[in-house]
C-alpha cells in the first residue's frame, strides 16, 4: 500500500518565504526516493491542504500523512488544520489521512533550535 506525505506550512505572500520549506520537501524526497511528498499551505500559496491530497489520493496513495511544519500548535494547528483534514478524508474515503504533531514539537527539532541558539553564546572565559 503507497503511503504519501504531505508536508503542510502557513504561506505567504513573499514567494521566498517557502524556500526553506521546499528544501525539507527536497530532502525528504532524496532520504525516500519513489515515495510521493508534497508541500501544501493553509494561505497566500498553492497548492492547498486539499489539492496536495487529492493529487496523492489520485496517485493511489493508500495512506497520507500529514505533517505540520509550524514550531508550535496554535491556533491553525489545533482549530483550522483538524477541520481541513475531514474534509480531505471525506473527498477520499479510500486514503486514510493521518495528522501528526506539529514538527517543532518533536525533541530533535527543539534540540537542533537550542543547538543554533546555543552556538551564538561566547564560551566563558
Keep these: 500500500m503507497k503511503t504519501g506525505l504531505i508536508l503542510f506550512a502557513h504561506g505567504a505572500r513573499d514567494p521566498r518565504w517557502a524556500l526553506p520549506f521546499e528544501a525539507v520537501a527536497e530532502r525528504v524526497r532524496q532520504a525516500r526516493p519513489g515515495s510521493p511528498v508534497r508541500l501544501a499551505f493553509l494561505e497566500f500559496m498553492s497548492p492547498s491542504l486539499l489539492e496536495a491530497g487529492a493529487a496523492l489520493a ?68
Design 58 to 125: 489520485a496517485e493511489g496513495c493508500a495512506h497520507i500523512e500529514v505533517l505540520p511544519l509550524f514550531l508550535g500548535a496554535g491556533g491553525h494547528v489545533r482549530k483550522d488544520l483538524p477541520l481541513l483534514i475531514e474534509q480531505m478524508q471525506a473527498a477520499h474515503p479510500g486514503s486514510a489521512v493521518r495528522l501528526h504533531p506539529a514538527v517543532g514539537e518533536a525533541p530533535s527539532v527543539v534540540q537542533a533550535m537550542a543547538d543554533v541558539a546555543a552556538g551564538l553564546l561566547r564560551s566563558p572565559a
